[in-house]
């Protein structure tokens, strides 16, 4: 009697034993389950996407047209890159992609914190004696003059750094000659041209000419390598608030010309009002 009554506590025991180790396994083959969800859930829920959404929403119908971002972890990715490329510059100053256009401005008395002033050399060659740019874009033109010059091409400046008062005048010099209308399209009023920024240039000769010159041909197919982007693109005036300068480039690190190459058309307007926008989010 006392072994049939052991038998059936052994067997009672063992069937415990097993249901316990089928509930185990299969809590343990639900668990990838979880994580899985539990990782989608953080991805739909991460901030930064969230903040991507928010500031293309804002962005101009042209805007949303030409970029196209398809890959938001990618792109958020080389968004960080190119914002910590900023610790090359000085801290002293406004950022490389400081939003300076139409609408947004610098004031009367805004000089950059250095500037260094251009001279004849072997990378490049001046037309006027007055030139001067930041440092970041001073060692850029050099490193572009020199590979320039390794090419066969020499090119010539015409002009750099204007202070407030300088684009005054000028501006008021093109209104007498063109009218208003025109020279709002060609010339910058005071406080709003990218040229007080001490960070571009204007690559001579000075109009449409540069475009079909050897060295117009070259600094189209390599000043990006160099860091150096075209402002005024043709067919966006109405994005940049000026026709097409063909001679007219930004210094603003190779970084960020690979970057507005890869999301924004390649159109400088575009990347450093997302910047803007992001930064004000």
Same mark, same amino acid.
């Given at each position: 009697?006392?072994?049939?009554?052991?038998?059936?506590?052994?067997?009672?025991?063992?069937?415990?034993?097993?249901?316990?180790?089928?509930?185990?396994?299969?809590?343990?083959?639900?668990?990838?389950?979880?994580? !899985?969800? #539990?990782?989608?859930?953080?991805? #739909?829920?991460?901030? #930064?996407?969230?903040?991507?959404?928010?500031?293309?929403?804002?962005?101009?119908?042209?805007?949303?047209?030409?970029?196209?971002?398809?890959?938001?972890?990618?792109?958020?990715?080389?968004?960080?890159?190119?914002?910590?490329?900023?610790?090359?510059?000085?801290?002293?100053?406004?950022?490389?992609?400081?939003?300076?256009?139409?609408?947004?401005?610098?004031?009367?008395?805004?000089? &950059? @914190?250095?500037?260094?002033?251009?001279?004849?050399?072997?990378?490049?060659?001046?037309?006027?004696?007055?030139?001067?740019?930041?440092?970041?874009?001073?060692?850029?033109?050099?490193?572009?003059?020199?590979?320039?010059? @390794?090419?066969?091409?020499?090119?010539?400046?015409?002009?750099?750094?204007?202070?407030?008062? =300088?684009?005054?005048?000028?501006?008021?010099?093109?209104?007498?000659?063109?009218?208003?209308?025109? @020279?709002?399209?060609?010339?910058?009023? &005071?406080?709003?041209?990218?040229?007080?920024?001490?960070?571009?240039?204007?690559? @001579?000769?000075?109009?449409?000419?540069?475009?079909?010159?050897?060295?117009?041909?070259?600094?189209?197919?390599? !000043?990006?390598? =160099?860091?150096?982007?075209?402002?005024?693109?043709?067919? =966006?005036?109405?994005?940049?608030?000026?026709?097409?300068?063909?001679?007219?480039?930004?210094?603003?690190?190779?970084?960020?010309?690979?970057?507005?190459?890869?999301?924004?058309?390649?159109?400088?307007?575009?990347?450093? #009002?997302?910047?803007?926008?992001?930064?004000?989010?």
């Amino acid at each position: 009697m006392m072994l049939r009554k052991n038998k059936k506590s052994l067997i009672f025991a063992l069937t415990l034993l097993s249901l316990s180790f089928m509930a185990c396994a299969k809590n343990k083959g639900d668990l990838p389950a979880v994580k !899985a969800e #539990e990782s989608m859930q953080i991805k #739909e829920e991460n901030p #930064e996407i969230k903040k991507l959404d928010s500031v293309l929403m804002k962005m101009s119908g042209r805007f949303k047209a030409d970029v196209q971002i398809l890959n938001k972890e990618e792109f958020l990715q080389d968004l960080k890159e190119v914002l910590q490329s900023r610790v090359s510059f000085s801290k002293d100053d406004l950022s490389p992609f400081y939003l300076i256009d139409k609408t947004h401005n610098v004031g009367k008395e805004y000089v &950059p @914190a250095s500037l260094i002033h251009l001279e004849d050399n072997d990378n490049y060659l001046v037309n006027k004696d007055n030139l001067s740019l930041r440092p970041e874009a001073f060692d850029a033109l050099n490193r572009l003059g020199a590979a320039a010059k @390794a090419d066969g091409v020499t090119l010539t400046i015409s002009s750099t750094y204007r202070s407030y008062d =300088y684009q005054y005048n000028l501006f008021n010099y093109w209104v007498k000659v063109d009218g208003l209308e025109e @020279a709002e399209r060609e010339s910058a009023r &005071p406080g709003t041209s990218q040229h007080q920024l001490g960070m571009a240039l204007d690559f @001579a000769p000075v109009d449409d000419a540069f475009d079909q010159t050897k060295a117009g041909q070259w600094v189209y197919k390599n !000043a990006s390598d =160099y860091g150096w982007s075209l402002s005024f693109p043709k067919m =966006y005036e109405d994005v940049t608030g000026y026709r097409w300068e063909s001679w007219h480039f930004r210094y603003i690190g190779v970084p960020a010309c690979n970057f507005q190459k890869k999301y924004f058309n390649n159109v400088q307007q575009f990347m450093i #009002e997302f910047i803007d926008a992001w930064e004000k989010e």
